[in-house]
C-alpha cells in the first residue's frame, strides 16, 4: 500500500485563492474596507519572528492587511493586557495573533483568555475552547482546526475511529482531542505520563504527534493502514513521528514540512476573513 499524501500546502494554496476571492467581494461591498489582523509578537525569539511574518504575508497574499505589534521581552502582564484591550476596543481590528510563547514573565494564560470571543481567530482563549467542546460555534484552535479541514478534505472517515492524540497542550493536544471527539472519534490522549505509549499507539486508526520531540513516536509501534498526522516541526524537515517507514504502511500522511504548518497558517487567515464578513458585510 502507497500511502495517501494529505497534503496541506496544496490545501492551503486552494484556499487562499478562494479567500482572496472572499476578501475583494468584502471590499467591493464595505466601500475598500479589508478584514484586519493584528499580530502581536513579545521579545525577540527568531522562531516567533518567522512565524509572525509568514502570517503577515499569508494576510496580504489574500488581499487583507495585518498590523504588526512588537514589544520588548521585558513587557509585563499588564503591559500586554493594556495593548490587547486597546485591539479589542479598535472597531478596525478583526482578530488578534498573541503568538506563543511569550517571555516566562508573562501570564500568557491570562493574556489569550484577555482576547475578545469575536477576535479570537486563533482560537486560543478559554471560553472558545469550551464553546468548540460543546458543540456551539467559536473559531476553532488553528493548528487542530487545521487538521480537521485537512482529514475532511482528504475523505478521511473520523466516525467510530480509534483517534490517539500524543500531546495535551492547550493549543494542539487537547483541542486537536476534542475536536476528533466531536466527530465521533473515540479519543485516547496520551502524554508524558502515560504509561506504555507504544501499546495506544498502535491501537490509533488515526494518529496525531503533537509532542514536540524529533522522531520520538516510532514508525514499528504504528498499525498498518493508520491514518498519521504529524503536528511536529524540527529543523532539517523532522516531525514528531518517524515518518519514512510510514509511507508504505499507512493509508494516509502528512508531510513534513507541507502538511500540518501551511494548515495552521492558513486556518488563521480563513478565521480572520470570516470575523471581517461578519463585522463589515
Ligand atoms: N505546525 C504547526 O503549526 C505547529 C503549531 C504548534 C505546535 N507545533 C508542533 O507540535 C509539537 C507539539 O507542540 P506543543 O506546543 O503542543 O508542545 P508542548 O506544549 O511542549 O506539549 C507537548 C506535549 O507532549 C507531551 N509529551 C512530552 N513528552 C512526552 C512523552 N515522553 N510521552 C508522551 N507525551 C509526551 C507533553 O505531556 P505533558 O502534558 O504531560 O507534559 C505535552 O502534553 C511541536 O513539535 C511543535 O513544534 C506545530
Redesign the pocket.
Known sequence: MTAKVLDGKALAGETEAQLLERVEALKAKSGGKTPILATILVGDDPASATYVKMKGNACRRVGMESVAVELPAATTTDELLAKIAELNANPDVHGILLQHPVPSQIDERVCFDAIDLTKDVDGVTCLGFGRMAMGEPAYGCA?PQGIMRLLEAYDVEIEGKHAVV????P???KPMAMMLLQKNATVTI?????RD?PALVAQADILVG????PE?IRAEWVKDGAVVVD????PGGVG?IELEPLLERASAYTPVPGG??PM?INTLIMQSVESGEKSLA
Open positions: 493548528t500524543v500531546g495535551r497542550s493549543i494542539l493536544g496520551c502524554h508524558s505520563r502515560t505509549l503533537a509532542v514536540g520531540k520520538f503536528a511536529g516541526y524540527h514528531d500540518v504548518g495552521t
